[in-house]
């Protein structure tokens, strides 16, 4: 009997904590959070979902992929809570929607000028076809920026779009087109295929592109929320910076790749263009909003804080 009655008070304090611990773990928060495709910039939301940032600030993260287009539209339908997509957030808010930009993983786009055979530097585009595989966004400002700096003029160019970045691929090695715009892992791909790099927009443009979006109203609703989120992501930012192997196996079922070479290649591009802390600085800001307003031919001055608030991110 005395040894049944020592092990009593362990019974106790075992059920105790059970009962403190899984009711906290059942208490999580559901958040939706919208992208618009899943690439490397993404990166965070899936790091810190596969290894447990999310669960250590008591959110369960539910990532739901839609077209670009569509992100600001859900999440003023309250369908989602946060989105990705910077370029779509930036544009709802300098046309007085409240959507305020947050956190950036990224300050400079990751595509590559790839060149065809033949083709060995920008200089030598005067008078060629060059592709892109869409218009009137952010690759029609890579090739503006990029032609522009090689001291090319826009009509001494012919500019197409061809849908699918392998189709993209397959205009190059057949030299329907002198170069093109291409994203990672196509970009590697092509060198595989012997084409040339030409030049890495990230050089050439500075424009946020990849972060977390929310309307105002829940920065007002629910602070502690977003700081969970922020600082979440955060912490899942630092540990792929510093654990390259361990992310592997989330990269891998992200972007369905399993050719390591292939990843790591990404991997490595993708360092060159994150952000520091989730901020950028305040000429960044500026060139942003811009940039927006010049496509959204809004004429009036847009303060910085009517697009981004930073404050909800951890402190430096």
């Known amino acids: 009997m005395l040894f049944k009655h020592r092990r009593h008070p362990c019974r106790v304090a075992v059920l105790v904590l059970f009962t403190l611990f899984v009711p906290a773990l059942g208490r999580a928060e559901n958040v939706k959070i919208g992208l618009p495709s899943v690439t490397i910039t993404a990166m965070p939301f899936f790091v810190a979902r596969d290894h447990g940032f999310f669960q250590q600030e008591n959110l369960s993260a539910e990532i739901v992929v839609m077209p670009a287009s569509l992100n600001v539209k859900v999440l003023l339908a309250r369908e989602i809570d946060y989105v990705a997509t910077i370029g779509s957030a930036v544009a709802a808010a300098i046309r007085g929607i409240n959507v305020r930009t947050v956190m950036l993983f990224v300050d400079r786009p990751l595509q590559d000028l790839v060149g065809a055979a033949g083709i060995n530097s920008i ?139 292939l990843l790591s290649k990404i991997y490595d591009q993708h360092k060159q263009v994150e952000t520091a802390d989730g901020r950028i600085d305040a000429q960044l800001v500026a060139d942003t909003i811009r940039d927006a307003r010049e496509t959204e031919k809004i004429t009036k001055d847009i303060p910085a804080n009517q697009v981004f608030d930073f404050s909800y991110l951890p402190a430096r």
């Open 123 to 261: 200089a030598d585009l005067k008078g060629k076809t060059l592709a892109l595989s869409s218009r009137g966004g952010l690759q029609d400002i890579i090739m503006r920026r990029i032609l522009s700096q090689a001291k090319i003029e826009q009509n001494q160019v012919t500019t197409i779009t061809i849908a699918g970045q392998t189709a993209l691929i397959v205009a190059l090695k057949t030299n329907s087109v002198a170069a093109a715009l291409l994203n990672p892992p196509y970009n590697f791909l092509a060198y595989r295929e012997g084409l040339k790099n030409l030049g890495f927009s990230g050089d050439f443009v500075k424009l946020p592109s990849t972060g977390v979006a929310t309307l105002a109203e829940t920065l007002e609703r629910s602070p502690d929320q977003v700081r969970r989120l922020t600082r979440a992501l955060a912490r899942a930012r630092a540990f792929a910076k510093d654990n390259k192997a361990k992310v592997f196996p989330t990269l891998k079922r992200a972007l369905r790749i399993n050719d390591e070479d």
